[in-house]
Structures are given as structure tokens and as C-alpha cells.
């Protein structure tokens, strides 16, 4: 048993894996829905890189306001 400041237990060593996000990822194209009249983001997956779902923004004057999210493993790769 080791004491740390004044604390007394028991110390195990862990391993911690860190997944850094991905920030290779562009938009392929922004266009507009015909059928909604509203923003259309596309994109191309890229597979391997431990992507679990994409945030998509907006942008209101200075901020970054998030707008949606899409699962990885949802097809297309549109919003």
C-alpha cells in the first residue's frame, strides 16, 4: 500500500487509448434540396479512421452552431 498526500490505497498501473477526432474530412459538395428548398451537405466517408458519426455546423456570424449529427454507418453520406 503506498500514501499519497496524506491519501492511503492502492495504486494500479491502467492503459488509456486516445482517439485524436479525424480532421481530414471535407464536404464533397453543398447544394439544395429541390424537393425542401433547403441546404444539402455531402461528403465521402473515409473508412479506417475510427469515425463513429459526423457533427455537422452552421455558421452564425462568429459561432459554430451545431445542426445535426450522422451516424457512420448511415447511408448516403448526405444532411
Given at each position: 500500500m503506498?500514501?499519497?498526500k ?10 488509456l ?5 479525424y ?8 447544394t ?5 428548398g433547403?441546404?444539402?451537405?455531402i ?10 458519426s ?10 459554430a452552431?451545431?445542426?445535426?449529427n450522422?451516424?457512420?454507418d448511415e447511408?448516403?453520406s448526405i444532411?
Amino acid at each position: 500500500m503506498q500514501s499519497t498526500k496524506g491519501c492511503v490505497g492502492y495504486l494500479d498501473p491502467i492503459s488509456l487509448k486516445v482517439v485524436y477526432p479525424y480532421s481530414g474530412q471535407n464536404l464533397c459538395m453543398v447544394t439544395v434540396d429541390p424537393e425542401t428548398g433547403k441546404n444539402m451537405m455531402i461528403w465521402e466517408k473515409k473508412y479506417k479512421q475510427e469515425i463513429s458519426s459526423y457533427n455537422l455546423y452552421k455558421i452564425f456570424g462568429n459561432n459554430a452552431m451545431p445542426i445535426g449529427n450522422v451516424l457512420f454507418d448511415e447511408n448516403p453520406s448526405i444532411y
